[in-house]
């Protein structure tokens, strides 16, 4: 860590609540925040940059892009130190009239902790140079968990990554997945989960990518969202599948739970109701699809129309017997948003307590 005076963490109560977190000060008493630098200002990193900007025991130092994108000046806009990840490429930024501070490599000499949100599989070859500088590395769902060796979810394994200099956030799918399953292991235990992803094509802004006028289905079974669960749901017994379909608003899936004992439908929605980042929507109210949450997160005037809560339809909520079936929504863009900002607080024991993280995100995000 780039820290100029020893470092240890003290106690600091909650106000209104019995969670101590874990402040990160230097040895002089001066409480300090975590650098955090944001490598690939895209769909998911311009979000965790906006949110950390929200957070008051963390701060971006900066922020990368290869090319001299609108996004490049949005980043500048926002007051947002720029850095170039290709330094060949600093000319087109200067040609472009945008403002660079340096390569990536200088924003890694002034940083505590990097969040990777460059493309999928690209990510990887990065660990190795975030080593070099000594620097601590969050990794996206695009990863594969055994190239970076540990995943993270804030619900159900915040405490294993305590102190952890890399892991990576699991994916949206995934993300959505761990908060409705995980309290149902805690509250009835879980023989089985089936899942089925009905996943989007591309994100809104990608024009380039299908399908078009078809149903692709994922032909490797199990689909890779059950095993990627179970890196931070252990011993989880899940078979998933999975087909892409031609829209960009949100994925659905469809979910069949084996309970460990029998239970109602109402006790499953209370125990959902206090599980944080899940909320619920009904159809009888007319919203029956996902068209009508993307508009819901318009109505409630969500930045970006982001809506980090997976959705539950609460009619769509049935149990017989100690089976259980269900319906969620995935906003992919955003879910993992505040996951992020939980991963960096495990990562330097900002808080020992995954729900006083939660809480203290969820309160600068306004979540739930």
């Given at each position: 860590?780039?820290?100029?005076?020893?470092?240890?963490?003290?106690?600091?109560?909650?106000?209104?609540?019995?969670?101590?977190?874990?402040?990160?000060?230097?040895?002089?008493?001066?409480?300090?925040?975590?650098?955090?630098?944001?490598?690939?200002?895209?769909?998911?990193?311009?979000?965790?940059?906006?949110?950390?900007?929200?957070?008051?025991?963390?701060?971006?130092?900066?922020?990368?892009?290869?090319?001299?994108?609108?996004?490049?000046?949005?980043?500048?806009?926002?007051?947002?130190?720029?850095?170039?990840?290709?330094?060949?490429?600093?000319?087109?930024?200067?040609?472009?009239?945008?403002?660079?501070?340096?390569?990536?490599?200088?924003?890694?000499?002034?940083?505590?902790?990097?969040?990777?949100?460059?493309?999928?599989?690209?990510?990887v070859n990065n660990l190795e140079r975030y080593r070099k500088f000594g620097?601590?590395?969050?990794?996206?769902?695009?990863?594969?968990?055994?190239?970076?060796?540990?995943?993270?979810?804030?619900?159900?394994?915040?405490?294993?990554?305590?102190?952890?200099?890399?892991?990576?956030?699991?994916?949206?799918?995934?993300?959505?997945?761990?908060?409705?399953?995980?309290?149902?292991?805690?509250?009835?235990?879980?023989?089985?989960?089936?899942?089925?992803?009905?996943?989007?094509?591309?994100?809104?802004?990608?024009?380039?990518?299908?399908?078009?006028?078809?149903?692709?289905?994922?032909?490797?079974?199990?689909?890779?969202?059950?095993?990627?669960?179970?890196?931070?749901?252990?011993?989880?017994?899940?078979?998933?599948?999975?087909?892409?379909?031609?829209?960009?608003?949100?994925?659905?899936?469809?979910?069949?739970?084996?309970?460990?004992?029998?239970?109602?439908?109402?006790?499953?929605?209370?125990?959902?109701?206090?599980?944080?980042?899940?909320?619920?929507?009904?159809?009888?109210?007319?919203?029956?699809?996902?068209?009508?949450?993307?508009?819901?997160?318009?109505?409630?005037?969500?930045?970006?129309?982001?809506?980090?809560?997976?959705?539950?339809?609460?009619?769509?909520?049935?149990?017989?017997?100690?089976?259980?079936?269900?319906?969620?929504?995935?906003?992919?863009?955003?879910?993992?948003?505040?996951?992020?900002?939980?991963?960096?607080?495990?990562?330097?024991?900002?808080?020992?307590?995954?729900?006083?993280?939660?809480?203290?995100?969820?309160?600068?995000?306004?979540?739930?």
């Amino acid at each position: 860590m780039v820290m100029s005076t020893v470092n240890i963490f003290l106690p600091s109560r909650v106000a209104g609540t019995n969670i101590y977190l874990l402040r990160f000060v230097k040895g002089n008493g001066e409480q300090v925040t975590v650098k955090v630098a944001i490598n690939g200002y895209g769909t998911i990193g311009k979000r965790v940059a906006d949110a950390v900007s929200l957070q008051d025991d963390m701060e971006i130092v900066g922020v990368t892009k290869t090319r001299p994108t609108f996004e490049a000046r949005l980043a500048v806009s926002k007051g947002f130190d720029l850095y170039v990840a290709i330094p060949e490429n600093i000319p087109s930024f200067e040609e472009a009239g945008i403002t660079v501070k340096g390569t990536l490599e200088d924003l890694l000499g002034i940083c505590d902790v990097v969040v990777d949100c460059t493309p999928g599989k690209e990510g990887v070859n990065n660990l190795e140079r975030y080593r070099k500088f000594g620097v601590k590395a969050i990794f996206q769902g695009g990863e594969k968990h055994e190239n970076i060796g540990m995943s993270f979810n804030s619900l159900s394994n915040y405490h294993e990554n305590l102190g952890i200099d890399y892991t990576r956030v699991v994916s949206c799918n995934t993300t959505g997945l761990a908060r409705t399953i995980y309290p149902l292991v805690k509250e009835f235990g879980v023989k089985k989960v089936y899942a089925t992803m009905v996943r989007r094509g591309p994100d809104p802004n990608n024009s380039k990518k299908g399908p078009v006028n078809a149903i692709v289905p994922v032909l490797k079974v199990p689909s890779h969202h059950g095993p990627d669960l179970k890196t931070v749901i252990h011993d989880l017994d899940i078979d998933t599948m999975a087909v892409a379909v031609p829209t960009t608003l949100m994925h659905l899936h469809c979910n069949v739970v084996e309970l460990g004992r029998e239970a109602t439908s109402e006790e499953v929605i209370k125990v959902w109701e206090k599980t944080p980042r899940v909320t619920f929507v009904d159809g009888g109210e007319g919203i029956v699809s996902t068209a009508q949450i993307m508009e819901m997160a318009k109505d409630l005037k969500r930045d970006r129309s982001d809506l980090n809560e997976i959705t539950v339809w609460k009619d769509g909520v049935h149990v017989v017997g100690n089976t259980l079936y269900y319906y969620q929504a995935i906003h992919q863009e955003s879910d993992v948003v505040p996951e992020n900002v939980d991963c960096i607080r495990a990562m330097f024991r900002l808080t020992e307590d995954n729900l006083g993280s939660i809480e203290k995100t969820n309160r600068a995000l306004g979540i739930n």
